[in-house]
Each structure stands twice: as structure tokens, then as C-alpha cells.
């Protein structure tokens, strides 16, 4: 049963408008280049407590970072445990006057904190825990 008469048989479209499309991409490509410029990156992610109160300390400072997997980094370097006194050390003797900063992540073994503290302090440096503002 075919109900349609052939005279008036429908032809394939053969043009495509492609301007949409284009408008589209225009707007996404804008898009992500101006989200893009929004995302910082600060290197080595930890979760760091929160604190009621904060301060403004030196700009000489020798940051050690502990992970949540218990691996040191010092200014941006993983240093293994074994050589982290010598290497925070180091860095004081080129920087006097400098202070340390620790940024443990707050699922980090407190061991680790406490062992960088006592580095800092038998180097007689003044010591500062790193933490969000609430």
C-alpha cells in the first residue's frame, strides 16, 4: 500500500549550514580560554588544617611539604627522610635569617611534623605551621 504519489518524491538535502556549528565552537573555544586562565596550580596537593587566626611571616622561607603518604618535599623537590636534616641545613646556611614553614596535610602522620620541628629547632629556626583560614 503505497499512499504517496512518485511525482512529488522528496529529494535528499544535499547543503548543510554549517554556520551554527562554527558559532558554537567560537563560543566554547572563548569559553575555555577564559576558565582556563583561572586555574592555578600549586604544585604538590595537600589537604592543610584550618586556623582560626593568621599572620604575615618572612619572605625567606624553606617550605617542607609533607604528603598524606608521608613523602618530603622542600621547596618543591622530593627529599627522602634520611637527608632532609642535611638539606633544610643547607638551605638555612644560604638563607640566614629564613623560617620554616611546615605544610602537612592534615592525614599525615603527626610523627613526620614532630620530626621536621625538632630538624628546625636544633637549627635554631624560627618554625611556622602552614593552615587555611576558616
Known amino acids: 500500500m503505497n499512499f504517496r504519489d512518485d ?15 562554527t558559532d558554537i565552537i567560537l563560543l566554547l573555544l572563548i569559553f575555555f580560554l577564559l576558565t582556563s586562565s583561572f586555574v592555578t596550580n600549586f604544585g ?11 599572620t604575615l611571616s618572612d619572605p625567606t622561607l624553606i617550605t617542607v611539604v609533607i604528603s598524606e603518604d608521608g ?12 637527608s632532609l636534616s642535611g638539606e633544610i641545613q643547607r638551605e638555612s646556611a644560604t638563607s640566614p635569617g629564613a623560617t620554616l614553614v611546615i605544610r602537612a596535610d592534615k592525614n599525615s602522620i603527626v610523627d613526620h611534623s614532630v620530626a621536621v620541628m625538632n630538624i628546625g629547632k636544633a637549627l635554631q629556626l624560627p618554625i611556622i605551621i602552614a593552615t587555611e583560614k576558616q
Do not use: H
Not at 44 to 52: G, L
Not at 71 to 82: E, L
Open 7 to 21: 511525482t512529488n518524491r522528496l529529494q535528499p538535502l544535499t547543503l548543510f549550514s554549517q554556520s551554527s556549528l
Open 44 to 54: 604538590i596537593k595537600v589537604n592543610i588544617p584550618k586556623a582560626e587566626t593568621a
Open 71 to 82: 613523602d618530603f618535599y622542600m621547596n618543591g623537590t622530593m627529599v627522602p627522610r634520611a
